[in-house]
């Protein structure tokens, strides 16, 4: 293999989709229908799907660890240019994160182009009249081309450059009825919502610029490293914002764009309008891939963290991941129940970032990228059925019409709920990844002030465990003095250490170095578990009445029964994403983040934990955890199916008990209402306030000046110029024309007159000589006489 | 018997004068307008030699002048025949009244 080899798969990988991408904004009507479909299918995701398979099979049976490493410092790196004193690099991040994450995203996104064929081909293509198929694919092709290169960046300026055309093809993509009015709207809603958030990602972007002086991820944590070893640089400043230092303000900034992109609380607004677009398109863009691009920001740039900018991360994530499941239970749009379940995922997601459970929160992502894809689908396929009927009101007993869909679909429920059985490891993706952030967060709040006191004095266990907490057996899985040196060395001396089998050299060192993190790190406040806690009991709640509604009990409306049909060509799509979802993703996707997790975790400031070693030293409250979770999926499954067991009587009962918390509920807490208060109203105000100041101030100051100008302009051309300048240029003329007549008529040609005149001028002449001399003969003689 | 003083030939030369303006002024004969300027050139010799003689007699300032015009007079006479001939060529007469193609 060559040098570089796994780079320039990845490249070819991203470059494919824009080929694709190109011929059908050429050449896609000529295509026609299905045609331009497949381009997309083949080129758009076929290609790099194929590519992502090589990588992986190559990259992680092919190398080992150490190799790994190695080629993770010697990625290609291109200078490209310089800002002032700081470079431009180009290049590839190469770590298995990278990996896992091109190859889940490849991977979903082609079973779902796939899916879009058969779905476009039951839906009108038709925009304004016109067929815009290839349109549609043409922006999956740009999307897919976006998403590639955002996982691949190892600058942040190129993750930005795609970080914003995501945001462009999310914007197309559900405004791709932009004739309905909703669906445009919905677009703008998205897009406005989402420079929110990157304009306070864009802060932090000019934080990293001008306080560590580079955009590459790798150098840029080496330098923040250094800084805060040295307290130089960002850490000098004396800067403070809301009690935040400038190092904590860059940190949340670069949140802010994954606020935006991962639609967290408050800015999670856009998401469930973003439905109005095609449902692959949900599935693909809003659901499994582009809102978990602000999961993987957050996941690259944690080494730039600070504790309290942590804290924030996980406050917005405990909020999201509580209240839209809350939400979530009285949806009764099919599509929009799952928007706030996926919103409620993501809060998981950033909690567990936040928290400090990076593999975990990542793993969590991946799994829910399939199970949410599939639900997704699986909607699509009913809404499909049913005749573009999302109401789940009027849906119900649909098993019978599609069994597929119902038994795939309650895969993804089991998944997303956590099913499994508790202590072993038997259980679907979910059961992992979410008791895995739980354990994580169990141990910030619970265990954390013993979890320091231990690795202070309990330097001989830390040895024996290697570094696996001795109380809970969650693993720390960075290490801090080494990453205080940052850079290239580190991997060089991890990788000869690894060689000789021993790390004690290392180890022995962190003691103290780790001792001292812990210390600055806050211990996480109790209610957030709880109420992560809590919402892993929602959770299966709402996807278990979502799922009872719609294919369990009795059909509720006879039309939508009596036409409801599953459409062939989209069984294979949901039938992998299942399989994907039940295997795949706990034997692949996690030793895949855990090995990236030792690099892209050694952080300077705070500490990544691993919340999957389930050793003999878990501690009782650990075990009791594991089995309250284990268990909750159960519970809410038996009291969704108990409320919902006979049709909407119960519910109905339970909604009218509980009238007011309904009501705050099926207005998600207002925010839309308060937003268009404050922004849209407020803005509406500000404009006719312009507008007003617009309208009567400056504009009659221009309209007086612009009288006065017409005044002055009429004064001058026609009294000073038509009169003044004109009068005396014609004038001059004129009298010029008149005197010439005059003069012309002297000219006559004829000698005779020239001669009389000349002879009578000397006559005069002459006359006046004698004359005045006559007269100055006597004045002379008048003086000489006096 | 008087002698002839300076005046009688200020007289004379005055008298040709008058007579080569008058010329001038009612010939529409080119020949005859080319005459009254010769009468006119003339005049002024006789006046310049007169002063020579009376004025400055051991000075030949004016008769050096005089000199000076009869060549004058010849080149001017030389010149004006011929202007008179190719006049004629062109309009087949002499009469100056009837030479109007340069007029504006």
Request: aromatic letters at 12%.
């Amino acid at each position: 293999m060559g040098e570089h080899f796994y780079e320039i798969l990845l490249a070819l990988g991203v470059l494919s989709p824009m080929v694709s991408f190109w011929i059908l904004v050429f050449a896609g009507p000529k295509l026609g229908k299905p045609t331009a479909g497949w381009t997309a299918v083949v080129l758009g995701m076929g290609v790099p799907l194929a590519l992502a398979t090589w990588v992986l099979i190559s990259w992680w049976w092919g190398e080992d660890s150490v190799s790994r490493a190695a080629l993770t410092e010697n990625a290609f790196r291109f200078h490209w240019a310089d800002i002032g004193s700081v470079p431009i690099t180009l290049g590839v991040k190469l770590d298995s994160l990278t990996v896992a994450m091109y190859f889940m995203v490849t991977f979903v996104a082609f079973w779902i182009f796939v899916f879009s064929i058969g779905y476009m081909s039951g839906h009108s293509d038709e925009v304004d009249g016109q067929s815009k198929y290839s349109r549609f694919f043409a922006y999956l092709s740009l999307f897919a081309f976006s998403m590639l290169g955002l996982v691949i960046s190892s600058n942040l300026l190129f993750l930005f450059i795609f970080w914003e055309l995501v945001g462009l093809c999310s914007y197309l993509l559900i405004g791709f009825y932009f004739d309905k009015a909703y669906a445009s709207a919905a677009a703008i809603k998205a897009f406005v919502t989402n420079r929110v958030g990157d304009f306070g990602f864009l802060i932090g972007l000019m934080l990293v610029f001008y306080q560590l002086g580079t955009l590459d991820l790798d150098q840029a944590a080496a330098v923040f490293a250094e800084q805060a070893a040295t307290g130089s640089g960002i850490f000098s400043s004396d800067f403070s914002l809301f009690g935040w230092s400038l190092a904590t303000v860059m940190g949340v900034g670069l949140f802010c764009g994954a606020m935006g992109k991962s639609a967290q609380f408050p800015l999670h607004v856009w998401l469930p309008d973003a439905m109005a677009g095609p449902t692959p398109v949900s599935a693909l863009i809003h659901a499994a891939t582009m809102v978990a691009a602000g999961v993987y920001l957050v996941a690259r740039v944690f080494r730039l963290m600070t504790p309290d900018a942590l804290m924030f991360i996980a406050l917005i994530g405990c909020l999201t991941l509580t209240l839209m499941a809350l939400v979530a239970i009285v949806q009764v749009d099919i599509k929009k129940c799952l928007a706030y379940s996926t919103l409620s995922q993501l809060g998981y997601m950033i909690f567990g970032l936040g928290c400090g459970a990076w593999i975990a929160a990542l793993f969590h992502l991946m799994t829910h990228a399939f199970f949410k894809a599939m639900l997704f689908l699986c909607s699509g396929q009913v809404i499909e059925g049913c005749h573009h009927e999302q109401d789940m009101r009027k849906m119900g007993g649909l098993r019978k019409k599609m069994p597929v869909t119902c038994w795939t679909f309650f895969v993804g429920v089991l998944a997303i709920s956590g099913a499994g059985i508790a202590g072993t490891t038997i259980g679907l993706g979910g059961f992992f990844s979410k008791d895995e952030i739980l354990a994580v967060a169990y141990v910030r709040a619970f265990e954390w002030d013993d979890a320091g006191k231990h690795e202070v004095h309990d330097g001989d266990a830390a040895h024996a465990l290697g570094s696996t907490h001795p109380v809970t057996g969650v693993r720390l899985v960075s290490d801090p003095v080494q990453n205080a040196h940052g850079g290239f060395a580190r991997a060089e001396a991890r990788g000869a250490a690894n060689a000789h089998g021993e790390d004690t050299q290392h180890v022995g060192h962190d003691d103290s170095a780790r001792a001292s993190i812990f210390g600055t790190i806050p211990a996480l406040p109790k209610w957030m578990f709880y109420l992560a806690l809590f919402t892993a009991y929602v959770t299966p709640f709402y996807m278990m009445r979502c799922w009872w509604m719609t294919f369990m009990g009795k059909p509720r409306d006879e039309n939508v029964y009596r036409h409801a049909h599953e459409s062939k060509l989209m069984y294979v799509p949901l039938a992998v994403l299942a399989v994907g979802t039940l295997l795949a993703s706990y034997f692949l996707f996690r030793p895949l983040i855990a090995d990236a997790a030792t690099a892209a975790t050694a952080a300077p400031l705070v500490l990544a934990l691993d919340g999957h070693e389930h050793t003999a030293a878990i501690g009782a409250a650990h075990r009791f955890l594991t089995f309250g979770v284990g268990g909750a999926f159960i519970i809410a499954f038996l009291a969704a199916i108990a409320i919902y067991r006979r049709g909407l009587e119960t519910p109905e009962r339970i909604r009218r008990a509980l009238a007011p918390l309904h009501l705050v509920l099926v207005h998600k807490y207002f925010f839309d209402e308060v937003y268009d208060v404050i922004w849209v109203k407020g803005c509406l105000l500000l404009a006719k306030v312009a507008r007003f100041i617009d309208t009567w101030i400056v504009d009659s100051i221009f309209d007086m000046l612009a009288a006065a100008t017409e005044r002055i302009a009429a004064f001058s051309g026609l009294i000073l110029d038509k009169h003044g300048v004109d009068g005396v240029v014609n004038g001059v003329a004129r009298s010029s024309t008149d005197f010439a007549g005059f003069i012309r008529r002297w000219q006559t040609g004829r000698i005779r007159h020239y001669v009389i005149f000349a002879t009578g001028v000397a006559t005069v002449v002459f006359l006046w000589i004698w004359l005045a001399g006559a007269s100055n003969a006597d004045a002379a003689v008048v003086s000489a006489g006096m | 018997m008087a002698t002839i003083s300076l005046n009688h030939y200020l007289i004379v030369g005055a008298v040709l004068f008058c007579t080569g303006l008058f010329t001038m002024m009612t010939k529409r004969n080119a020949i005859g307008i080319l005459i009254g300027v010769e009468l006119v050139l003339n005049s002024v010799n006789v006046n310049l030699i007169a002063f020579d003689r009376y004025l400055g007699p051991n000075r030949m300032d004016g008769q050096l002048m005089a000199l000076f015009v009869i060549v004058l007079a010849a080149a001017e006479a030389a010149l004006a025949v011929g202007i008179c001939i190719n006049l004629y060529k062109n309009v087949a007469t002499v009469d100056v009244d009837r030479a109007t193609s340069l007029r504006g």
